[in-house]
């Protein structure tokens, strides 16, 4: 089954706690992304992919990291998370760099207190 | 930067009424527009994908079209049912590859 796998589904940490977010799609796609979605914001993009190793800023890249070694994982690593970290993150991933429909995983709650 | 609008953030109608969701961009500079529903708990579903150089697109019940020089999509979906219910979402792909989204609309269609 086509699909985009993200881990864990709920993460309650605290503040300075290294952290990593898994994602990984098995449709061999080009490209992949990360965003976070707040309440009246939307969804807001954090890091984008367009291959392997091939990584650049969304609109809100600060306190994240990111890396593409393998082409099916997309990783989202907060190296010292804060409150305002707090969020609700969702993977995706699509052919090429925009023409086809995105696929988005079930999503990621992170709670950091 | 782009800037995303959807009026309303709710919409509430009967059964069988036509719904008429609204997505309002800033920059026509666009690849292309998508319309996504979200289910409580779930991730995105992509709905309908236009391309910058289309003016509509069209699957089953949901109709979209986009209007670049005016900085508008419209998502339309016929004899709404109860199913509809959810969150839908338009997103902007600029051509700098980023992707903007709206807040969305909840639509709750009665019974």
């Known amino acids: 089954e086509a699909q985009v796998t993200q881990n864990p589904r709920y993460l309650i940490t605290v503040t300075g706690k290294k952290l990593t977010v898994t994602c990984s799609q098995n449709m061999n796609h080009e490209y992949m992304s990360w965003y976070r979605q707040d309440p009246g914001l939307g969804l807001r993009q954090i890091y984008y992919s367009m291959n392997v190793e091939v990584t650049d800023k969304g609109d809100v890249p600060e306190g994240y990291k990111v890396s593409r070694k393998e082409k099916r994982n997309f990783p989202l690593i907060l190296e010292s998370p804060s409150p305002n970290q707090t969020s609700l993150y969702f993977c995706a991933s699509s052919y090429g760099t925009g023409g086809i429909h995105l696929h988005f995983g079930n999503g990621t709650r992170l709670t950091v207190t | 930067k782009?800037?995303?609008?959807?009026?309303?953030?709710?919409?509430?109608?009967?059964?069988?009424?036509?719904?008429?969701?609204?997505?309002?961009?800033?920059?026509?500079?666009?690849?292309?527009?998508?319309?996504?529903?979200?289910?409580?708990?779930?991730?995105?579903?992509?709905?309908?994908?236009?391309?910058?150089?289309?003016?509509?697109?069209?699957?089953?019940?949901?109709?979209?079209?986009?209007?670049?020089?005016?900085?508008?999509?419209?998502?339309?979906?016929?004899?709404?049912?109860?199913?509809?219910?959810?969150?839908?979402?338009?997103?902007?792909?600029?051509?700098?590859?980023?992707?903007?989204?709206?807040a969305g609309t909840t639509v709750t269609v009665r019974a």
């Open chain 2, 2 to 102: 782009q800037e995303v609008t959807q009026i309303p953030a709710a919409l509430s109608v009967p059964e069988g009424e036509n719904l008429v969701l609204n997505c309002s961009f800033t920059d026509s500079a666009i690849y292309n527009l998508q319309w996504f529903r979200q289910d409580p708990g779930k991730g995105l579903t992509s709905l309908l994908l236009i391309q910058s150089s289309q003016r509509e697109q069209t699957s089953g019940r949901l109709n979209a079209s986009l209007d670049k020089s005016s900085g508008r999509s419209t998502l339309y979906i016929a004899a709404s049912q109860p199913g509809d219910s959810a969150t839908y979402l338009c997103a902007v792909r600029r051509n700098d590859y980023k992707l903007s989204f709206g």
